[in-house]
Each structure stands twice: as C-alpha cells, then as structure tokens.
T-cell receptor, first 111, second 113 residues
Framework: DAKTTQPPSMDCAEGRAANLPCNHS???????VYWYRQIHSQGPQYIIH???NNETNEMASLIITEDRKSSTLILPHATLRDTAVYYC????????????FGQGTTLQVKP | DTEVTQTPKHLVMGMTNKKSLKCEQH?????MYWYKQKAKKPPELMFV???????INESVPSRFSPECPNSSLLNLHLHALQPEDSALYLC????????????FGPGTRLLVL
C-alpha cells in the first residue's frame, strides 16, 4: 500500500475553495487514490476517488498530477459543515487493498 | 440507499459483561468490516468478512469475536473487555471487496468500566 502524507491542519474561509493536498509518491500504476472525511464523532464518509484522470462529483473535485505522485481535493465553496478530518488513502493493489487511515488533515472552515 | 446502521449508539459495560454490537446494511454488499477508533486517532481495521466468511483478522484479541450470520448482518461479540478497549467501533461495507468504496455506519461508542 502506498504511504500518503498530508498536512496536519488547514484553515479555510467560509464560501472560499478549500484545497487539500496529499502526497503519495510511492503509488503504483494501478492504485486508486481515495478521499474520505470524518466529521466529529461520526463515521467516515466517502468523498471521491480517482486513478489518473481528474474527477468531479457533487461533493468535490479531485486533481491528480500527471506523474500521480500527488493529488488535491477541492471543496469549491466550503461551508461550516465541511469542518472535518480529511483522509487521503491509497488502498493498494493485490489482495491487500485495506483502507489504512493516516492522521489526515483537520480542515477548519471559519466564518 | 447507502446506509449502514449500527446498534446500539452507546454502550457501557463492565469487564465481566458479555455484550454484542450489531451492524446492518441492505445495499446487497458482500464485504463487511469492523474498525476500532480511539479518541483523536484514525480508524484501525479489525476484521474483514467477504461473502460471509472471515477473510482478515488484524491480530485482534480473542475477547472480540466477530460473526456474520448473513450477507446483511455483522455482529461483534464482546467478552471480558478491558478499559483500554473503550473506543468508537465502526462498521463498514463495500459491494464485493476491499478494493471498492466503503460505506461506514455512525459507530457504537463503547465505554468499558
């Protein structure tokens, strides 16, 4: 499983875009990158995942660099309810594929 | 419907008690998981069931005993727990395997006295 590195914390003003970076320099060619978030005391929530191309859904956009060594999760218009811990995970190929949660990035959205 | 339900929401138990946590999903998923999350730490995988068979046990102590009676239901039986087992216990499911998106329940917050 590829190791991921994220900043421990970030702040964002309400209504602005939140850009959360993730480094996964050891990722292999067929490993997906997943993003989950966990709002305080709730279960983790799936946000988005991608392999090579940029992805967008109703929650966020995922930008993956061409060399696949890093990615950025973009919340286009952050709200106070987006305050959470955001986890970037590369579950790995083969039979592992386990979700190994790192420490994540605590995003604080401020009014 | 992407809902995983867990009961109870909260549980307090003594070290000599036997209790069970329950997890249910009706999405037709064939893989189900138990995670443990201590305060201010990320979730850690405990068990994986695939097609109702235990496929991964992450060296979890035997005082935790999982059970998958059918494809929709996952239980975690607890016996002789220690105070350090107090944590949020999360259940998740995915369509077929580990390599797919997992959907998590809200968790059961367990306090062992």
């Amino acid at each position: 499983d590829a190791k991921t590195t994220q900043p421990p914390s970030m702040d964002c003003a309400e209504g602005r875009a939140a850009n959360l970076p993730c480094n996964h320099s050891t990722i292999s060619g067929n490993e997906y990158v997943y993003w989950y978030r966990q709002i305080h005391s709730q279960g983790p929530q799936y946000i988005i995942h991608g392999l090579k191309n940029n992805e967008t859904n109703e929650m966020a956009s995922l930008i993956i660099t061409e060399d696949r060594k890093s990615s950025t999760l973009i919340l286009p218009h952050a709200t106070l309810r987006d305050t959470a811990v955001y986890y970037c995970i590369a579950p790995g190929s083969g039979n592992t594929g386990k979700l190994i949660f790192g420490q994540g990035t605590t995003l604080q959205v401020k009014p | 419907d992407t809902e995983v339900t867990q009961t109870p929401k909260h549980l307090v138990m003594g070290m000599t008690n036997k209790k069970s946590l329950k997890c249910e999903q009706h999405m037709g998923h064939r893989a189900m998981y138990w995670y443990k999350q201590k305060a201010k730490k990320p979730p850690e995988l405990m068990f994986v069931y695939s097609y109702e068979k235990l496929s991964i046990n992450e060296s979890v102590p035997s005082r935790f005993s999982p059970e998958c009676p059918n494809s929709s239901l996952l239980n975690l039986h607890l016996h002789a727990l220690q105070p350090e087992d107090s944590a949020l216990y999360l259940c998740a499911s995915s369509p077929f395997s580990l390599k797919e998106t997992q959907y998590f329940g809200p968790g059961t917050r367990l306090l062992v006295l």
